[in-house]
């Protein structure tokens, strides 16, 4: 696990868009996992920009994304799905065949997480998931408790989180209580993880997945046993971190031969 400490949103940000970026230019059919939430827009905006001033080519890309609420149509406002196509997808040139999102309408929710786990084995695997993460530690939307070796699945929303993405919605009511999302044995399979996370309200679920306790009481914790996580931190969110200097230092006295992170 790599923690990545920079000034603000917008830098963090722009690191961990390089290290896409570099994945894309070796490897032009990668298959990448997508997040939504307010955290990766930022990220999302800068691959836009380098699609757009520097010739990034998504041509050959394959999208996963990782959950979507049950119930909401793909138009819907706050259905990832649009959220998607608004902050992301209208803004490069991924084919829409090669992007995948669950189903919000399935009809046979648990045919449809299996058909998602197949796709995702077909297509290879994902090569880089790109991670937010909950005030609860929540990734995707596997909520505390959820079984570190879960897969595709339905799951119910705490409180907590209705409330917290309630601002997506017209009224806190209409967020809806289930969700499907890719398990957290799912998230685990993809050869990297690039998590971001901002804002004084992560930095108590930043600091016991980075330095608490391996527990499903915060499913972030599980990256530390990922090979290859890389955290992307802006001040606040590292705030409730032991051992900042460390990781600060770690980041700016890399060995020249180690790759831009
Ligand atoms: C939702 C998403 C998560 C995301 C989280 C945090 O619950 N399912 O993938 O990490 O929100 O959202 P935000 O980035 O808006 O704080």
Redesign the pocket.
Known sequence: MEVIITADPSSASRVAARRIARLVRTKPDAVLGL??????VGLYTELIRMHREEGLDFSSVRTFN??EYLGLAPDYPAS?HRFMEENFFRGVNIPRENILLPNGLASDVPAHCGAYEQEIREAGGIDLQI?????DG????NEPGSSLASRTRIKT?TPS?RQ??ARFFNKPEDVPYH?I?MGIGTIMESRSIVL????A??SMAVAGAVEGALSASNPASILQLHPDAKIYLDEHASSDLKRVDYYKWVFQNKPAWQADS
Do not use: E, R
């Open positions: 997040a939504t939430g307010s955290t990766p990782l959950d990832y991670l937010g993460i909950g005030s929540h990734i995707g939307f929303l989180t917290d993405n969700v999302t971001l996370a901002f804002g309200g992560k």
